[in-house]
C-alpha cells in the first residue's frame, strides 16, 4: 500500500509536464529567434542601421514563411505531448475499471488540441512580426525623447537575444498548457469533479499558486491565479509548473 507521499509523487510524474518534450521544443523555437537576431545584424552590417522600414518588411516576410514550420513542430510537440498524456492515463487506468479506462481513451480530444496548435502556430509566427514592433517602437524612441544614436542601435541589434527569450517563454509555457489541458478533457470525459491543485514546493513558486496548493478545484471553476484576477488552472497559467491531481470518480 503506498502512503499518501508516495502516491502523490506518483500522480505528479504521470500528469507533470514532460521536460524533455519542452526542451526540445525550446530549441527549436531558439532558432526563430536567433534567425530573427541576425536578419536584424545581417541589414546592419557595420552596426548602423540605414533602413528601418526595409527590416521590419523582411521580418514580416520571415513571419509568412514560417507557417509551414511552425505547423509541422507544433504537430511533432502536440503529438509526443499528447502519447504521454495517454501512457499516464493507461499507468492510472490500472487502478481503475475496464469501462472507465475505455472512456478516458475515447476522450474527445481533438477539438482542444487543434485550439491548442492554432495558438501556437499564432505565438511562433508572431516573433519577427513582435521584433518589427520592437525596431519602430525603438526607433521613435530615439526620435522623440532624443535617446543617443549608440544606445538605440544598441538596443536594435539585441533584437535576437530578445526574440530567444520571447521563444524560450512560449515553449515552457505551451508545452506545460498543452499538457494541462489534454489531461482536463480526460478527466472531465469521465465525470471527474475536479483535482486538487499542486505546485513544485519551491520558492519560485507564485504567491497566488503557492495559496492554492492542496486546494481542491473545479474543473469549471478555475482559480484567480494573480493580482489582475485572471483565472486559470494548475499548468495553463504563464509558465505555470503547477499540475493536477485527477480525482477519478468510482
Known amino acids: 500500500m503506498l502512503t499518501p507521499a508516495q502516491l502523490r509523487n506518483a500522480v505528479r510524474q504521470r500528469f507533470n509536464r514532460s521536460r524533455i518534450a519542452e526542451l526540445a521544443y525550446e530549441r527549436q523555437l531558439a532558432q526563430v529567434g536567433r534567425h530573427v537576431g541576425n536578419l536584424v545584424k545581417g541589414m546592419a552590417p557595420e552596426g548602423a542601421i540605414r533602413d528601418v ?18 505547423k509541422n513542430v507544433v504537430e511533432r510537440m502536440t503529438a509526443e505531448v499528447s502519447q504521454r498524456d495517454i501512457k499516464a492515463w493507461a499507468e492510472l487506468g490500472r487502478s481503475i475499471g475496464q469501462s ?7 476522450a474527445p480530444t481533438g477539438e482542444a488540441l487543434r485550439h491548442e496548435m492554432q495558438e501556437q502556430i499564432k505565438s511562433i509566427t508572431s516573433l519577427p512580426i513582435e521584433a518589427a514592433q520592437r525596431l519602430n517602437e525603438l526607433t521613435l524612441r530615439g526620435i522623440t525623447e532624443g535617446t543617443r544614436t549608440p544606445e538605440i542601435m544598441e538596443a536594435i541589434l539585441n533584437s535576437g537575444n530578445v526574440s530567444v ?13 498543452t499538457a494541462s489541458k489534454l489531461t482536463e478533457v480526460r478527466a472531465v470525459h469521465i465525470g471527474s469533479p475536479g483535482y486538487f491543485w499542486r505546485t513544485s514546493l519551491d520558492s519560485d513558486v507564485r504567491p497566488y499558486h503557492r495559496k492554492l496548493e492542496g486546494e481542491f478545484i473545479q474543473w469549471n471553476n478555475p482559480p484567480v491565479v494573480d493580482a489582475k484576477g485572471r483565472r ?3 499548468g495553463q497559467d504563464y509558465q505555470c509548473r503547477c499540475y493536477q491531481e485527477v480525482v477519478v470518480p468510482d
Open 165 to 177: 527569450s520571447k521563444a524560450r517563454m512560449i515553449a515552457r509555457t505551451q508545452v506545460a498548457t
Open 53 to 70: 522600414g526595409a527590416i521590419q518588411r523582411i521580418l514580416q516576410q520571415y513571419s509568412g514563411i514560417l507557417q509551414p514550420w511552425a
Open 100 to 106: 472507465l479506462k475505455k472512456e478516458i481513451l475515447t
Open 232 to 234: 486559470a488552472h494548475a
